[in-house]
């Protein structure tokens, strides 16, 4: 039946954006490829945030990997853990079975970093997968409806009180949403408090928001955020989370006893650590976790195994390359050609990123954007946001009903999933 | 602030058909509500299994409460978990306080009744929650995903096989989308075995499905279903079910051993049994353990505590009205306009269900309907179910999203939420 079996074989672990475009790069290409993850889907996580946010609902950023591949007819799909890797053996261990491979691409990607405190993770989630963004939305609706019920001032002020920790696009994208949810969503919505009144307080160690994008967006990013109600704290590293709030010690105060922020939902959006499976590479790491690789992607000594995504700790032009989709997306593409070339008996080129700028959103009508060295902020860099996440997301229907649900909410300010589902299931 | 401080207060326990039109249907009544329910959101149930079979996400089918009656200047809406009743104090004791009224009225339905085997539950799960259908759609779309991974022909089979328990609408809309999924949805997405071999079959103790209906809709809609590709297993009780499949005795060999379906996926959509708040009311129940009400709704000896919707067995004109959405929200403004005729010092009418028919759908292009004694089956039946269950969703949004998820769903053969959500979380 499989006319392709005697094909050179390629296994992929992980489809998020590095994945997923490394698969479909091998399109055309005579190589059998199977799709390892333990999901059944792709996540578009830049837009995870809004299902956290109840402003989508989880299947409009999540697809099947199965679905996107379907029609490629060299790829398999398989849903499953992978629990090792042996690189001289050339095998990937499944939970109850091998594959063998003779090339390997691994994009399992990375996670938040609580910076050796694990144990605040179950006060301050991260949010990376479609269970963290429901788990975020519980939080925060049902923050809201413990504010209605609690007579106690001080209380009722402790729920209706967020505070975010990291500044990057996530942080910002997130508090930028409370806030929105807060003065208009649910303005009419609550008898015993003013939903307007709700503290949203985003917090970072390092002295700007959004440190990937030129200073001058980063300043007109802060004053939107401020503008729109946010409380800016950067330079405030955090030392304590518990269910009660954070700790935060800001310089140049660095001695001082550490201020105290009560806040009964604290959310995480900081740090970066590597996907446990790079530890079987055997192959030089940074402080991360990420694999160093070589600049065509390949692991040292491995040049049939290439790491690419947030797992790779990539340089182009002797500068680091950003853990962010369009990279992942470049990388994924780039080890896919990497393996034609090596088949076809060419070179390998060297991985170069096409920088083509970044981009956030920090409410309605206001963004920044960098994009091809060109600076937007406010309503231009908004429409751009939305443009550029709409034509990247995948499928169509996801494209549809996802321009669909930001008119919806743009012209009347709801937001349509504001579902609380119930955590013992 | 609160200007309705001094009217009588009428409390309304669970948001669901009958509590919700019994709260909309005091708008303008001169009472204060307050709507307690352990969930955020009403539900609209009858689109339940499109969750569960992937063809909504739960948004689109889950309004939050706060939201339908945030104009309502009378009511209140609570998020809490009503512990007991005391109808002698007039008194909801929930998790961490107690309401008083003068009017009561318990509207918290029924779930599935298993027959007295309740370890079954683990092998079977029922549909009426948002995280029932979740876990129902995890659970499908695994098998197959399974069947995918499995070597075994046999064992292949057995996650190929759902069996279904109790053949009313439910269990009828489910079969149905269950081997639409797999002879269309599915059909070109796995490598290892063809979906469309999916195997369904419908079990119901009763001789025939959709037992509510006139018997030769009854026919008709078996008959469609058979030509689906349902096997209809009418007559047979489930002795057994556990995690390898169910065991059936069919009439009349009801002597003879067990006929065992081996199946790992079974769907439980049998039963009534009431919810356990009815215990409290110290008030003559049925063998489902609903209560049985006044004429007027009422709990006997206690004319200002209601009950209604699936909670309540309720007689007209000397049949049992069936527990289903029509008479649940009749039977919701019914009490509304009971407690108005009270406050008025008018006199309180007796119930009477306004019987306008029934309706489901097989599958596309496909259905039964008796509406205002009319008989239509096939195509006609389709449309006139989509018509009415569009018409009764909450909400302009969830109408513009459902219709648009079903012309796509129409056209391109496809769903939407193919989303495994995993479990621990």
């Excluded at 006319?3 to 390629?10: L, Q």
């Excluded at 994945?19 to 333990?38: I, M, Q």
């Excluded at 490629?72 to 398989?78: F, G, H, S």
Aim: hydrophobic share 45%; net charge positive; aromatic share 8%.
């Amino acid at each position: 039946m499989n006319t392709t079996a005697d094909r050179p074989h390629v296994v992929i672990i992980g489809a998020g954006f590095a994945g997923l475009y490394a698969a479909r790069a091998l399109c055309r290409a005579p190589v059998r490829v199977t799709v390892v993850d333990r999901r059944n889907h792709h996540l578009f996580q830049p837009l995870l945030y809004q299902v956290a946010t109840a402003g989508l609902s989880a299947p409009d950023i999540a697809t099947p990997i199965r679905r996107i591949l379907q029609r490629q007819a060299n790829a398999t799909v398989l849903l499953a853990e992978v629990r090792g890797l042996d690189p001289v053996r050339r095998r990937v261990v499944l939970d109850d079975d091998e594959l063998s491979y003779d090339f390997l691409i691994v994009a399992t990607g990375a996670t938040h970093n609580y910076f050796g405190h694990d144990e605040w993770a179950r006060y301050a989630p991260g949010l990376k997968t479609v269970e963290d963004a429901l788990e975020i939305r519980r939080r925060v609706l049902l923050a809201f409806e413990k504010a209605e019920r609690e007579t106690n001032a001080e209380r009722q002020r402790e729920h209706l009180t967020f505070a975010i920790v990291g500044a990057g696009a996530t942080g910002v994208e997130l508090a930028g949403a409370l806030r929105e949810i807060a003065q208009h969503t649910l303005a009419s919505d609550f008898h015993n408090f003013d939903p307007r009144a709700t503290r949203v307080v985003l917090i970072d160690a390092v002295e700007r928001v959004l440190p990937q994008f030129p200073e001058p967006l980063s300043l007109k990013a802060r004053a939107m955020l401020e503008a729109r109600g946010v409380e800016v704290r950067t330079g405030c590293r955090v030392v304590d989370v518990d269910s009660g709030g954070v700790s935060l010690q800001c310089a140049p105060s660095s001695e001082a006893t550490p201020e105290r922020i009560p806040a009964r939902t604290v959310l995480w959006a900081a740090g970066v650590k590597a996907s446990p499976l790079a530890e079987d590479l055997d192959a030089p790491r940074d402080e991360f976790g990420r694999v160093r690789v070589q600049p065509d992607l390949s692991v040292p000594g491995h040049p049939e195994v290439f790491v690419v995504g947030d797992l790779a700790a990539v340089e182009s032009g002797g500068r680091p390359v950003p853990a962010t989709a369009p990279p992942a997306i470049q990388e994924g593409r780039h080890a896919a050609a990497a393996i034609v070339a090596e088949l076809a008996g060419r070179t390998r080129l060297p991985f170069r990123y096409k920088d083509r700028g970044v981009l956030a959103t920090v409410g309605r009508r206001a963004g920044v954007a960098s994009i091809y060295g060109l600076r937007f902020a406010g309503f231009v860099a908004w429409l751009l946001w939305l443009l550029v996440h709409i034509t990247w997301l995948i499928g169509h229907r996801n494209r549809l009903v996802v321009l669909f649900e930001w008119a919806w909410a743009y012209f009347t300010y709801q937001r349509s999933a504001r579902v609380i589902l119930s955590r013992e299931k």
